[in-house]
C-alpha cells in the first residue's frame, strides 16, 4: 500500500532508516493513508460516521478484542505492542481527525495554526516519535521542531492542492490572507482570467512562510541517533524540492498541481543513500 501511494518515501524509508524500524514505520504511514482515505470524501455526517466506526475498529485491535481481520491493522498492532508508546499516538491522531472532518476552509491564519495542532501533527507523529530521543529535554526540542516541520508541509500540501480544494470549495489558504491579494475562494476554482498575477503574489507570499519554517527545522536531524538522520535530512531536502516546484508553478497550480521531477527526487535520495551508507561504516 505504501509504495504504491508514497513511493518516494517508502524507498527513503527503506534506504535511509535502521531495517529494525522498517515494519513499524511502514504500518503507520499505511494506517495514517487508511484513515485518510476513509474520512475524505463524501457529506461531513457521512464522514464522521466513517470515523466514528473505524475508530471502533482500531481500537479494538489495539485492545487485541476478537479477531483482526485487515492486515493493515494487525500490522498496526504488532507495532503498539513491540513500541507501547504508538497505542496514545494513535489515539492522538483518531482524536485529532475530527478535525479534518469538520475541515471547510479557514477564516485566519489561527485557524490554520490549530488545524495543524489539532490533526497534522499528530499524523506526522505517528512515524516521528518511533525516531523521538530518549532524553527528555531533546524529546521536547524534537517535538517542537516536528511542529515547524509539519506546518511547513501542510501549507505546501494545500498549495499544490489548490486546484483540487478549490473544485469543493474550500482551500487551505485562509480566506483573510486570500482577501489582501483581492481573492476569493471562487476566483481559485479558475485557471484562466485578470485574477492570475495575484495569484502569483499569493503563492510567492505563501511560499516565503513555508521557506522560514523550513530554515528552522534545520537543527531536528541533529536531535536524534545518528543512524536515524539521514531520513530527517530527506524529509526536509524533499520538501524544499517541493516548494520549489510550487514556487515554478505559481498560479499555474490552478490548472495542475505541484510535484517534484523524479529526476530530481532519485538524485537526491541517491545522495542521502551514498552519505547513509557511509555514516554506517564509519559507526562500525
Known sequence: MVRRFARAEYIAVRLLLPARLHPSVVAA????????????????????????????????????????????????????????????????????????????????????????????????????????????????????????????????????????????????????????????????????GDHLPAVDRLVIAQARLTGTALDSCGDLPHLVEPGHQPFLDTLIAVQRLRLQDVERKGSALLAHGARPKLSATVRLLGRQYLTARRRRRRLG
Open 29 to 192: 504511514v499505511a494506517f495514517m493513508h487508511e484513515t485518510d482515505n476513509r474520512i475524505d470524501t463524501g457529506e461531513s455526517d457521512a464522514r464522521l460516521a466513517a470515523l466514528r466506526s473505524w475508530d471502533r475498529k482500531v481500537t479494538a485491535a489495539l485492545e487485541c478484542r476478537g479477531g483482526v481481520e485487515q492486515p493493515m491493522l494487525r500490522a498496526l498492532a504488532d507495532t503498539a505492542r513491540r513500541h507501547p508508546f504508538m497505542a496514545a499516538r494513535v489515539r492522538d491522531f483518531l482524536d485529532g481527525a475530527s478535525v479534518e472532518v469538520a475541515w471547510n476552509g479557514f477564516e485566519t491564519e489561527n485557524d490554520f495554526q490549530a488545524y495543524v495542532d489539532g490533526y497534522s501533527l499528530p499524523a506526522l507523529m505517528l512515524t516521528a516519535s518511533q525516531l523521538e530521543p530518549p532524553s527528555q529535554a531533546d524529546a521536547l526540542k524534537f517535538q517542537d521542531g516536528c511542529r515547524t516541520l509539519i506546518e511547513a508541509m501542510q501549507r505546501i500540501d494545500f498549495l499544490a492542492d489548490l486546484a483540487e480544494d478549490a473544485a469543493e470549495g474550500r482551500v487551505g489558504v485562509p480566506r483573510d490572507a486570500l482577501a489582501r491579494f483581492g481573492l476569493g475562494t471562487q476566483d481559485l476554482a479558475r485557471s484562466t
